[in-house]
């Protein structure tokens, strides 16, 4: 069969692709060995454990009481409750990663936004 010349390039370019796959395959297994032999070495340098996480009695709470007034939702359009929802969930998050974790409340929670969160995230309500 007449092949074109872009067919024939398309052709050669995909063996090349499959004959390739398996040195690919190959080249991101070394690398993934060698990051993991670095986090290694890394973590053998420091005998602390892992940087990202902290042990918790390194937490010294803090006397300050964040409060977030939810009332206003039936006044927000669909899209800025979700908005909403996205900056409590980060606030909380953010608090419990941080040294000295603020009082975190919510009050006058309920109509879109407790809606809202209970269809994207039930786990919001094992929330402290």
Same mark, same amino acid.
């Given at each position: 069969?007449?092949?074109?010349?872009?067919? /024939? =390039?398309?052709?050669?370019?995909? !063996?090349?692709?499959?004959?390739?796959?398996d040195?690919?395959?190959?080249?991101?297994k $070394?690398k993934?060995q060698?990051? =993991?032999? $670095?986090?290694? @070495? =890394?973590l053998? %340098?420091?005998?602390?454990?892992?940087?990202?996480?902290?042990?918790? /009695?390194? &937490? &010294?709470? @803090?006397?300050? /009481?964040?409060?977030?007034?939810? @009332? *206003?939702?039936?006044?927000?359009?669909l !899209?800025?409750?979700?908005?909403?929802? =996205?900056?409590?969930? /980060?606030?909380?998050?953010?608090?419990? !990663?941080? *040294?000295?974790? &603020?009082? *975190?409340?919510?009050? %006058?929670?309920?109509?879109q936004?407790? %809606?809202?969160?209970?269809? %994207?995230?039930?786990?919001?309500?094992?929330?402290?």
């Amino acid at each position: 069969e007449l092949l074109s010349k872009r067919q /024939r =390039k398309k052709l050669l370019k995909q !063996k090349q692709w499959e004959e390739q796959k398996d040195l690919r395959r190959q080249k991101r297994k $070394e690398k993934r060995q060698k990051r =993991k032999q $670095e986090r290694q @070495s =890394k973590l053998d %340098s420091n005998n602390e454990g892992n940087d990202r996480k902290r042990v918790r /009695r390194e &937490v &010294v709470p @803090s006397t300050l /009481r964040l409060i977030v007034d939810c @009332s *206003f939702d039936d006044l927000m359009v669909l !899209k800025d409750v979700k908005k909403l929802h =996205k900056q409590i969930q /980060r606030c909380y998050a953010e608090n419990r !990663k941080a *040294f000295h974790p &603020v009082q *975190f409340y919510l009050t %006058s929670h309920g109509g879109q936004l407790k %809606s809202n969160m209970n269809e %994207s995230n039930k786990g919001w309500v094992n929330w402290k």
